[in-house]
């Protein structure tokens, strides 16, 4: 299982015993934290399945949605190789199956395994970029298209259902407009223009893409 991890699959089949034997597996429920931002994390975390949302403090008090994570995800690396505290909260969407590997079995990899510490440090480097992305699109595009951005992304992320074909990552209004960067009624507004273009279908907290052909010619 380890090796569904982008990073972990660089070890090799001895180190991977070694994380076997010391890593743990358990559950955080919908609405749980992970880590804080402020903590000093003691390991990396590894997403089993589920998804959660990472989050910062403002200068209002409130949490800005900076990414999400996803089954297969790597959090709290780059925390554990500077030796500084969290600068993230992480949040549980939906129940996760997390395990955790100590930061001693990391460290002593990263330092000893040259392949894993450049996957390692794409892997954070690919962070870096898709938070550059992100600022630009916030200077630079329309609410409209970002909402649009942030639909395609939900998808490329989480897929859809297979009942309904709905977004399977399920976010509540307040928190799609956090990720869009407005306010909630203008997300909610805009929500309703593209139901009302047949661009996309409402269903409760459900959303459908119905024509994604529009949404990507929005986005771009």
Known sequence: MIREFSSLKALTREELL?????????????GENLFLEGENLNGVYCIKEG???????NSNGKDSIVK?????????????????????TATALEDLE????????????????????L?????ICSHLKDADQDLANHAHKTVRER??????????????????????????????ANLVGTA?????????DLKKDNIIQLKGKDIVLLNKKELQALAN
């Open 51 to 57: 998804f959660c949302k990472l989050t910062k403090l």
């Open 184 to 192: 909630t009624e203008s997300c909610i507004r805009l929500l309703s």
């Open 98 to 117: 997390v395990c955790f590997i100590p930061k001693k079995e990391m460290l002593d990899h990263f330092t000893n395994n040259n392949k894993f510490s």
């Open 18 to 30: 070694t994380i076997s034997e010391t890593k743990t597996d358990f559950i955080i429920r919908k």
């Open 119 to 123: 996957l390692i440090t794409r892997d």
């Open 147 to 176: 909402l649009a951005i942030i639909l395609l992304k939900l998808e490329e992320l989480g897929g859809t259902s297979t009942e309904n074909n709905a977004l399977n990552i399920k976010l509540s209004r307040e928190e799609l």
């Open 68 to 88: 999400l994570a996803k089954k297969g995800d790597l959090l709290g690396q780059r925390s554990i190789i500077n030796e500084e505290k969290s600068n993230l």
